[in-house]
C-alpha cells in the first residue's frame, strides 16, 4: 500500500484498504476494520473500476454478517419450519406457491 501511495496508484491503494478491512474484521475489530473497508469501497467505485466489484463487495458482506450471526442463529428454526411448510412435488423439488407448478 506503501507503494500505491507513493505512486498513486488509486486502484491498488482502494484495493488494499479493503482488504486490510476484511483483515482487521477477521482479527476481532469488527467496527474498525468495516470502517476501513467501507472507505476502500468508496475509493475503489470512485476509481471507475468495476471488474472486481462483486468480489469485494462479498467481502464487505462477510464482515457485516459476522455481527448479525447470533440473531441468525436464534431465528434457523423458525426459517426450516417456513421451508418444511413449502409442499414438495414426487421429485423432492419444491413446488411454486404462486402457479402451482413445479419451478425448481
Sequence with gaps: MVLAREHDF?????YGTILRGWVVAAQGQRDEGLQQLRQG???YQATGAAYERPYLLALQAEVEAMSATA????NRSQ?????SSIPASVDGKRNCTGCGENCG
Excluded at 426459517?79 to 421451508?83: D, E, M, N, P, V
Design 71 to 74: 440473531p441468525r442463529r436464534s
Design 79 to 83: 426459517r426450516r419450519a417456513q421451508l
Design 10 to 14: 488509486a486502484l491498488r491503494l482502494a
Design 41 to 43: 469501497q468508496h475509493a
